[in-house]
């Protein structure tokens, strides 16, 4: 038996609304939002999600969506 090491990475969307004068205010407050901690994505939607194997040797796996 061998000792391999599994990487999981999900993509999780949420929604969040945000009061500016256009879009790039809008990206701009959500973004410094959440910077500061006030918009955090709780377990949400998961819109993707994917696994490699890191093998002994160090080397790693393709991606494998699942």
Do not use: H
Request: aromatic share 12%; net charge negative.
């Amino acid at each position: 038996m061998t000792k391999y090491i599994v990487v999981i990475e999900e993509t999780v969307a949420q929604e969040f609304k945000i009061i500016a004068k256009n879009a790039e205010d809008a990206l701009k407050e959500a973004k410094k939002k959440y910077e500061e901690g006030e918009i955090v994505l709780e377990p949400g939607e998961v819109q993707y999600k994917q696994m490699k194997v890191i093998r002994p040797d160090c080397e790693f796996s393709e991606w494998y969506e699942f």
